[in-house]
């Protein structure tokens, strides 16, 4: 389900794939871990207007959490025509510095499309790098279908620290789909956002991003 940021292959299962039932945090999570993800689901965004609760909230590390798990699962899946594009603008949940990182994830639904976010506590300050040249543009095979990507910055207004956002069309099959992305850093907290529909306008992927900036500017003062 989650792939931090980007235009990863994670979201060729994005596109398709439906919510997973909600799930507690991983019973692993050290004490310390689960108390610092509650706090951060608090600064998880309410369920949209016109929209349903359909995944979490889910907290506890990072790497741990079903939804990560799921979003590496679809990375493996695809077979990408350019490989190093698979963790491309996102945070890796293999490192051990980022998979043990306290972290909260949601997700909501609609007959339009949805909207998954993710905050995650990092131990120092980290920003994913910009998606690479090479990686605008590719194909991957999916499940048995031939899916092609094509990403464009979005000139987004700044958020907190550092933040950046991404537009991406996939097509392919019987579907086609559009994936906004946006991905801010406060302090040592990042927030992760994908917005999944047949459109998505940059003006509405904004505004969520505003307000998820609002949620975040309250648990880093």
Known sequence: MMAISGCAAGKAAEVSAQPSPPAAAPPSASPATSIEAAKLRA?????????TLAYGPEI???????STKQGL???RQAKLDRPECAGAAQLDAAKPEIGNAPAAV?????DRGSITQALIAMPKPAFPAPLPAQCNAYGADVRGTRVMYRTRDLAMPERGDESRAYLTTASGGHRNAEVGSVVIRRGRVVMSMLVVGQ????????????????NLARITR
């Open 43 to 51: 600064a998880l965004l309410p369920t949209p207007k016109g929209m």
């Open 199 to 214: 459109k998505v306008k940059p003006v509405g992927l904004f505004e969520l991003a505003r307000l998820a900036d609002q």
């Open 106 to 110: 949601v997700a909501f639904s609609s």
């Open 73 to 75: 699962d679809a990375v």
């Open 60 to 66: 506890g590390a990072f790497g741990l959490l079903k």
